[in-house]
């Protein structure tokens, strides 16, 4: 298999909200939580396919065109808040009511779409942007993961970004040891889970 990492599209939709399932649970497959296997995807992958100040990129198979991958966010956090809270969200919250949800998973993200959090502060004041990452298993602890991130520093870089944060799942112990070895770290005054990254050398 031949991997290469390309520009996301709005038609990598699908391909990226699949994975985000297939990683949703600590970074294992999520599928058995769910009856509505699209929901966290319209949470963390699909809008950053398409809305006002989203970026992407995906780890694709050069002979299938197979999406293995992904890293993408906003280069404007609050921009990104303010956009789905008016044009995305309460589209989903009539989608999806929450009586239509049995699974405690399916209930979580039907009760997000009426409720989503805002990000932190402090996160906001280490930097505006935000991303997220995943890959599907077979293809992890080959390098790419690093090189998804490098790819997303050198793009946010040419858009004058120099800092990067995400939210870390607690649970997932592999991925924080990942981060922490390209350089993440504590953000002053976030919560132990928001994490961030100053653009440097070894990571790009």
């Not at 100040?53 to 303010?82: C, P």
């Not at 490098?150 to 649970?171: H, K, T, Y």
Request: net charge negative.
């Amino acid at each position: 298999m031949t991997l290469t990492i390309r520009k996301i599209t709005e038609e990598d939709g699908p391909a990226v909200s699949r994975i985000c399932l297939l990683t949703g649970d600590a970074g294992q497959s999520a599928e058995a939580q769910h009856d509505f296997g699209e929901l966290p995807g319209l949470v963390y992958a699909v809008p950053y396919t398409k809305l006002p100040t989203t970026w992407g990129f995906v780890l694709a198979d050069d002979t299938t065109s197979e999406v293995v991958g992904y890293v993408l966010g906003s280069t404007d956090t609050r921009v990104y808040e303010k956009y789905t809270a008016e044009h995305w969200w309460p589209a989903l919250a009539a989608q999806y009511p929450p009586a239509m949800g049995a699974k405690p998973a399916d209930l979580k993200y039907m009760n997000m779409f009426r409720d989503m959090r805002a990000a932190a502060p402090a996160a906001i004041a280490f930097s505006p942007a935000h991303l997220h990452i995943n890959i599907l298993e077979t293809c992890q602890r080959r390098g790419w993961g690093r090189k998804l991130i490098a790819r997303a520093v050198e793009f946010l870089n040419g858009e004058g970004i120099e800092r990067v944060w995400l939210g870390l799942d607690p649970r997932n112990h592999d991925a924080r040891k990942f981060y922490e070895r390209i350089g993440f770290t504590a953000i002053a005054g976030a919560d132990e889970h928001t994490i961030g990254l100053v653009s440097s050398p070894s990571v790009v």
